[in-house]
C-alpha cells in the first residue's frame, strides 16, 4: 500500500559541482530539482562526495520516485531552505550538511539553523557531517533533548555503529519512508515489510537498530524469515532478553544501567522486558528509558 502524496526529501548541502549553464540559470540559488540533481550526478565530478553523487543516482533512480512517491530537492545552503518552507514546503526528511563556508564546525550557525529546522517541520533529519565525531557534543545540550527522536548523526562516505555505509542506511530509509509496505534492503538483505502493530512504516526499524544494535538486527532476520511483521518485531525483542524496571507505585521506568537503581530498594522494583514495555507503550517509549536512564510515565 502506497502513500498518496510524495514525500519530500531535502538535501542541503554547500557542495554541489559547479556547472556554468546552472550558474547562468541561477539553479543554485533556489531549490534546485530532483532532475537539476540528477544531471549533476551523472554529468560531474564530485571528489570527495562521490558517496552523496551515489545516492541522489539510487534516489531518483529508485522505484518509488518512479511511481511519483519521492520528490527530491537541493538547496546549498539551510536559509534557502527555511525560506522555502516558509512559504509552505513541507520538508519530511532532511540530509543536513553541518558544515559551511560561513558556518564551520564550531560556528553556532549550524546549531542554529538546525534547531530551526526541527523547529517548524515534522522532519526527521539526517546530520550529515565530515567531522561526524566532533558532533556529539553539540548535540547532546538541552536544546535538542525534544529532538532526540528525529534525528541522526552519519558520517559522510562512511557508518557509524552500522554495518553499511551512511548513504546506504539514508536511501533504505528514503525509501521506506515513501512506502507502507513491500521490500526494504538492510546490508543488502532483501526485507519483506508490512505496517505492524509496532512499526508503521519501514523506516520505523531505526527504532529496533538504536535500542538493540545493528548487528543484532542483522543476525536475527534469518529468524524471521526476513519479514518484518507484528510477529517478527516481537520474537526479536524477546529473544534479545533485555528488560528494565519498573516501579508500579510511583510509576516510573528505570534502565538496569542507572545508577540510581544503588540507592534504591531493589523490593519496590519489578522486572519488565522489552517486550511487555512494546506491548503496553511504544517503541518510542522503550528508547526514551534506553536514553535516559529513567522515564516518569
Do not use: C
Not at 525560506?83 to 550557525?109: H, K, M, R, T, V
Not at 524477546?238 to 542507572?258: A, C, Q, R, T, V
Not at 540510581?260 to 526514551?288: A, G, N, W
Amino acid at each position: 500500500m502506497k502513500n498518496n502524496k510524495p514525500i519530500n526529501v531535502l538535501i542541503i548541502d554547500d557542495e554541489f559541482p559547479p556547472n556554468d549553464k546552472f550558474r547562468i540559470r541561477g539553479v543554485y540559488n533556489s531549490a534546485i530539482s530532483s532532475d537539476d540533481l540528477y544531471h549533476l550526478a551523472i554529468n560531474s565530478e564530485w571528489n570527495h562526495l562521490v558517496d552523496l553523487q551515489q545516492l541522489i543516482k539510487d534516489v531518483v533512480s529508485s522505484q518509488a520516485t518512479k511511481e511519483g512517491l519521492i520528490n527530491l530537492i537541493g538547496f546549498t545552503t539551510p536559509t534557502q531552505a527555511l525560506f522555502e518552507i516558509g512559504n509552505g514546503l513541507q520538508a519530511d526528511i532532511i540530509i543536513y550538511d553541518w558544515e559551511y563556508l560561513n558556518a564551520p564546525i564550531y560556528s553556532p550557525n549550524s546549531k542554529k539553523w538546525l534547531l530551526e529546522l526541527l523547529n517548524i517541520t515534522e522532519a526527521f533529519v539526517f546530520i550529515y557531517s565530515k567531522k561526524g565525531n566532533e558532533l556529539p557534543r553539540f548535540l547532546s545540550d538541552s536544546d535538542f533533548v525534544k529532538f532526540f527522536s528525529r534525528f541522526q548523526l552519519f558520517l559522510k562516505g562512511g557508518g557509524i555503529s552500522y554495518s553499511f555505509s551512511s548513504e546506504e542506511f539514508i536511501l533504505q530509509y528514503i525509501i521506506g519512508s515513501a512506502s507502507n509496505s513491500g521490500f526494504i534492503k538492510i546490508d543488502g538483505i532483501p526485507i519483506e515489510f508490512t505496517s505492524n502493530n509496532y512499526l508503521d512504516k519501514a523506516s520505523d526499524i531505526l527504532y529496533l537498530q538504536r535500542i538493540l544494535g545493528n548487528q543484532y538486527i542483522l543476525d536475527q532476520l534469518k529468524n524471521i524469515q526476513f519479514s518484518l511483521d507484528t510477529a517478527g518485531v516481537e520474537k526479536i525483542l524477546n529473544d534479545s532478553n533485555g528488560f528494565l524496571f519498573i516501579n508500579i507505585e510511583k510509576n516510573y521506568l528505570i534502565s538496569p544501567e542507572n545508577r540510581l537503581i544503588e540507592d534504591r530498594h531493589l523490593h519496590s522494583l519489578e522486572k519488565i522486558t522489552y517486550l511487555e514495555v512494546v506491548k503496553k507503550l511504544s517503541l518510542s517509549t522503550l528508547e526514551d528509558v534506553l536514553e535516559r536512564g529513567i522515564l516518569y510515565l
